[in-house]
């Protein structure tokens, strides 16, 4: 069941990334260009995920758990240090650059688009390689 739920909620986000113009390089790079000729349309998007979200949020912890877990997995860490700051700037580099962040490329393989697919592999490349500097310079 879980995992049906899992496929439809995947479904359902990326219809979403496509309706919203977020596969679209053209309209990210749109929306990230503020001294240019700014999209803003993608503002949009983001507070419409914000107000469903939030009401969403509120209603689902009023439950003791989540319907298909034991329990709620929420983030502990509540603090801003050096590496959520770097790895904040990086992946805004990647994102500009790419015109793409990783929920949409990962949609847009669907396309079968040689671009997605580089960039996909590039995003993997990536999380592999700092997964490497992760356990050899900054777990020690």
């Known amino acids: 069941m879980k995992n049906v739920v899992a496929l439809l909620s995947g479904l359902i986000f990326a219809m979403g990334?496509?309706?919203?113009?977020?596969?679209?390089?053209?309209v990210v790079k749109g929306f990230l260009d503020?001294?240019?000729?700014?999209?803003?349309?993608?503002?949009?998007?983001?507070?419409?995920?914000?107000?469903?979200?939030?009401?969403a949020y509120q209603l689902i912890m009023k439950r003791k758990s989540p319907i298909l877990e034991k329990e709620?997995?929420?983030?502990?860490?509540?603090?801003?240090d050096s590496r959520l700051i770097i790895g904040s700037i990086i992946f805004g580099i990647g994102w500009g650059w790419g015109g793409i962040c990783p929920g949409p490329a990962i949609v847009n393989l669907a396309s079968g688009s040689a671009r997605a697919v580089i960039f996909v592999l590039f995003m993997l490349l990536g999380m592999k390689v700092f997964q490497w500097f992760d356990n050899k310079v900054l777990s020690k």
């Open 34 to 55: 503020i001294t240019g000729e700014w999209n803003w349309s993608l503002m949009g998007v983001m507070f419409g995920a914000i107000l469903v979200h939030s009401i």
């Open 17 to 26: 990334l496509g309706l919203s113009g977020m596969t679209r390089p053209d």
């Open 72 to 80: 709620f997995y929420l983030p502990t860490k509540t603090s801003v």
